[in-house]
Each structure stands twice: as C-alpha cells, then as structure tokens.
C-alpha cells in the first residue's frame, strides 16, 4: 500500500500511546488504538466502494469522533479530503461540489444530505456513514497539478467567489510541526474542542493527533458546558473564538478551571475588554493566535499575552513575518501596512483557477489582506481586517456570497451586504436592496428566502429598501 503522511500521524500515535485517551466526546472517550481500528475499518469500507487515489472527497460531519475518523480514512485512501460543515444548506453544498468537482461524499446524517441518492451507508459503531458519487469521472484526477493532496478548503467556508486552498501531505506535516514549536503540546494535553472542526482541522486536529494529546469536544459553546468538559476531563488548553471566551467571561458562578494552562483566541480580533473580563473570571491570560489556511499558525501571543492581549504575537519559529509597503518590502518598526509571512506548511495551490503557489508569493511573502505593525522585539498587532471580510462569532462572511443569494429574487436588481456591531456575535449582517422598478417585496420573506439558502450565521438580519447604492468610478459597488 502507498504511504500517506498525514495518515501515518494516527498509525504512530496508536503506535506510540496506543491506552492514552484520544477523544473525549458525547459518546464517551476512545484510546488512539480504538481509534485506528475504527479508522481503518471505515478505510477499508471507502476502498471497496472505489475511493482511491487522485480522487476529491467531501467528509460532512458534526464535532465528534466521527468527523476525526473521516478526516484520516478519506487521506488513508489517497484521497484529497474536503471537510464540509453541517451547517451548509442546499445551494452551499451544490456549489462546493460544482466548483471543486470532488468525486464523492461521506456523510454523517447530522446535516443535510449532501447528494440526492446515497450508493451505500457504512456503520460505525456509533453512527452510520453516509455514502454517495457525485458523478464525476474517476478518470477526472483532482488537483493534478498538486504532489499528494491531502485537504482543500475554500476560504470562505464555501465557495462563492473564493479559491479552494489544497495543501498536500508535506505541507501538512511541516505546518504542524512548525506550529507545534509555539503550542508545545504533548502526550500530556487536552485540549478542550469548541470550534466547528470542518473550518479548523489542520493545526490543531491533526497537529493534536501527531503529538498524543487527547481531544475533548463540548458539545455546544455554551459556558457551562465548557467549564463542566474541561473539569471532567482535566483540559490544559482552551482552543476559542472571541465569542467563546466572551461567554465565559460573562459566566455568574464561582466554579474555576484549575487545570488549564492556556487559552487561546482565533478566528477573529478580540477586545482587549474581553481579555481583561476573562482574566477576572478565571485568572487567566487570553493569548490570541493568528491561524490563516493558506499557511497554518504561524504568528502565537503566548510570551506577552498579559502585557499586549491585544496583540496577535511573535512569530512561530521558523516564520519571518514582516510588515510590508506597496512593493513588498519590510517597513521600519511601528509602521502600518501589508502583514507578509513566509515560512514552512503552506499551501501548495490554488484550486479555482489553479494557480500555484510560487505565482502568488511577493518577492517570498505571503500577503494575507490584513495590516499589521510590529514593534521593534517583534509583538505583532492587527491594525485592520480585510475590509470586505464580516466576522460573525468567529465564522466568516463573504459580503459577495449573500449578495449573490439576494440577487437570486426576481424583484431584487442589487443588493449590498455590510454589519453593524452587535453585543454577543460580534457582527450582525445587513442588507440593503435596490428592486426593479414597480416591483416590491414582504421583508419577512426575503428573510426566510436567506436563511434556507445560507448558514445561519450568513443570513442577514437586517434589511433596508433603498432607491440606489454608491459605485465606484469603475463600476463596482462601494462598500463601507
């Protein structure tokens, strides 16, 4: 059989701690030796079915076992893995299997079913697997122009306008091996799982696996719920959005979590009010991460978290990160502009269009769309997101996809997407509609229109009937 390294992490990690608890969840917890017996059986159930190599595989699963499991049977086969949420809707999904032209998908049955017919439903011992093709040739090779992909994942969540970033199995290695360098994770840690695994999976599912540490997974973000998962299970790191530490910070009882070590914020800036809230609760330093998928987790705030919450941090050994002026080139300490990185694990292409990685390097860097400054012992602080990019709990919205689903109803001409601040999720999305002339619409059913074509997090939640929106001198919208 081919080897696959991203495969092998879970092979040496039965190997090497094959009695030490791997995932902790609603089921109950399994070691890392149950968990490769599970895997392989349900390997073997995929290569009987016809998955192998060169193909694309969709792995929709809840946060669970059963995701982790389809995660490393999908890549056990030769397969490029696609996580998929079950929070997608329909017309998510029927786009994400139109653009990437993934050859087949498995399924979980927590979310909707991804295609009409389903050829197989593969058991589990907890669970079913739910299997089906998508139609495309297996003749059809994915990512051809990529050695060994292992994932891909759009940037958005789904893909819209956005370009699928596929990582190959080396990639993935170095990335979380870099990552590791700053985490510093071990047979010793639990970390306590509250993200959706189908948008964060590489430099911390698969990175946790490679070094023994065991997974516990809430079931929701709800603070009681974390504070009871990370009690039982002696958790030593919180992995969170800013949403998730606010909670806890607003959590009433006396109750403390006198075995964690570390919290860690991603996903999206968090307020430096926050990281004071939490620090009161709890006694603990919030550190934010900086996590970007064409790259993994190259900048930690670990070393002056209490001093500069506010900062995302210092580079991860191994990463130069730099802050760069219209042409590339590294500005003087306390200067604002473009957040460049260069280091090991990153992406190896870009699947729509395919587009490989040295052409979309600046003179070696990595642009990430943010701006940044850096001090002159390196701390990093995000000056300004993308502007186009709205976070919602930690999730992230592309204006351009929602507007795409506004423009689908026939008396809608245009529509515009921005947000406003909102107390628990950060941001909440609005709409504003410009509609064809003589034509009107229920507000209530546009509304109910979004929400059964978009996560949940991406449906506006409010809109504005306006006569016109502001252009650029080029044609395109203006945005806020």
């Known amino acids: 059989m081919k080897n696959w390294p991203v495969y092998d992490i879970l092979k040496e990690a039965?190997?090497?701690w094959p009695h030490n608890p791997a995932i902790h969840d609603e089921y109950g917890s399994i070691s890392f030796r149950q968990l490769l017996d599970e895997t392989e059986e349900l390997g073997v159930q995929l290569r009987e079915l016809g998955i192998r190599e060169g193909m694309g595989l969709g792995m929709m699963a809840s946060n669970s076992r059963h995701f982790i499991m389809g995660l490393f049977a999908g890549v056990g086969c030769g397969a490029a893995v696609m996580p998929m949420s079950p929070l997608l809707k329909k017309p998510e999904i029927d786009s994400i299997l139109h653009d990437a032209q993934l050859h087949a998908v498995i399924d979980d049955q927590t979310g909707t079913q991804p295609l009409e017919t389903a050829e197989a439903l593969i058991p589990m011992k907890q669970g079913t697997f739910r299997f089906a093709f998508s139609g495309i040739d297996e003749s059809v090779r994915f990512a051809p122009f990529v050695e060994q992909p292992a994932f891909i994942r759009f940037t958005s969540g789904t893909t819209g306008k956005s370009k699928g970033v596929v990582v190959s199995h080396r990639s993935v290695i170095e990335r979380i091996e870099a990552a590791n360098k700053g985490l510093h994770l071990d047979s010793n840690s639990t970390v306590v799982w509250v993200l959706p695994m189908a948008y964060h999976f590489m430099v911390s599912i698969v990175l946790y696996v490679k070094y023994g540490a065991a997974i516990a997974i809430a079931k929701d973000f709800l603070a009681r719920n974390i504070i009871d998962i990370t009690n039982q299970y002696k958790g030593t790191l919180l992995y969170a959005s800013p949403l998730q530490i606010k909670l806890l910070a607003s959590d009433t009882t006396n109750e403390q979590l006198p075995t964690l070590k570390n919290v860690i914020s991603t996903s999206a800036g968090i307020s430096l009010d926050v990281c004071l809230a939490f620090k009161k609760r709890f006694g603990l330093d919030v550190?934010?991460?900086?996590?970007?998928?064409?790259?993994?987790?190259p900048i930690l705030n670990y070393t002056k978290s209490a001093e500069h919450p506010e900062a995302v941090g210092y580079a991860v050994e191994g990463y130069s990160v730099d802050i760069l002026d219209d042409n590339y080139q590294p500005l003087p300490a306390g200067e604002v502009g473009h957040l460049g990185i260069k280091g090991p694990g990153m992406f190896d292409a870009y699947l729509l269009p395919p587009v490989l990685r040295n052409e979309v390097l600046k003179n070696g860097y990595f642009l990430t769309a943010d701006y940044a400054s850096k001090t002159a012992d390196g701390l990093i602080k995000v000056e300004g997101r993308s502007?186009?990019?709205?976070?919602?709990?930690?999730?992230?919205?592309?204006?351009?996809?929602?507007?795409?689903?506004?423009e689908t109803i026939p008396e809608v001409k245009q529509a515009r997407i921005s947000s406003s601040p909102h107390p628990l999720t950060g941001?909440?999305?609005e709409a504003e509609l410009v509609l064809h002339e003589?034509?009107?619409?229920?507000?209530?059913?546009v509304l109910t229109y979004c929400k059964k074509r978009l996560s949940a997090f991406k449906a506006p939640q409010r809109i504005r009937i306006v006569g016109s929106l502001p252009m650029t001198g080029s044609g395109k919208l203006q945005r806020h």
């Open 438 to 445: 003589g034509k009107t619409v229920d507000i209530e059913e």
């Open 387 to 406: 502007k186009s990019v709205i976070n919602v709990s930690g999730l992230k919205v592309f204006p351009e996809e929602v507007e795409a689903v506004l």
């Open 427 to 429: 941001q909440l999305i």
């Open 287 to 297: 550190s934010q991460a900086y996590g970007i998928i064409e790259i993994g987790l």
């Open 14 to 16: 039965a190997r090497r």
